[in-house]
């Protein structure tokens, strides 16, 4: 699977992006697929994940409410919607993908290392 994120950018503080991942290679609702962040000097962290269906979503406490994922299969495309940003938010986010469509559970899909394929990174920066 090939993973290319896309979508971000630069925006104030209380405003609006959404990130898209296209994937290509294999039969993308197999696998769940999900997004993970880095800032400056910190370690890359949960964001999200949605299963292969799409029916069932987890997310990182600190988005919760404020960023929803979802995915279009048809279009190979998952997208995180991301709303009220704060510029702790500021980061670059990746996309990932491992094979397997349900979520499992917190303990493992929020584990960086539980995923197989990954996408290349796009930077997002929120101003105050």
């Known amino acids: 699977v090939q993973l290319q994120a896309s979508g971000g950018g630069s925006v104030q503080a209380g405003g609006s992006l959404r990130l898209s991942c296209a994937a290509s290679?294999?039969?993308?609702?197999?696998?769940?697929m999900g997004w993970f962040r880095q800032a400056p000097g910190k370690e890359r962290e949960f964001v999200a994940i949605?299963?292969?269906?799409?029916?069932?979503?987890g997310y990182a406490d600190s988005v919760k409410g404020r960023f929803t994922i979802s995915r279009d299969n048809a279009k190979n495309t998952m997208y995180l919607q991301m709303n009220s940003l704060k510029p702790e938010d500021t980061a670059v986010y990746y996309c990932?993908?491992?094979?397997?469509?349900?979520?499992?559970?917190?303990?493992?899909?929020?584990?960086?290392?539980?995923?197989?394929?990954w996408g290349q990174g796009t930077l997002v920066t929120v101003s105050s």
């Open positions: 990932a993908a491992r094979w397997g469509s349900n979520l499992g559970t917190s303990s493992y899909y929020t584990q960086r290392g539980r995923y197989d394929y």
């Open positions: 290679g294999r039969t993308v609702s197999s696998y769940a």
């Open positions: 949605i299963s292969g269906s799409g029916g069932n979503t």
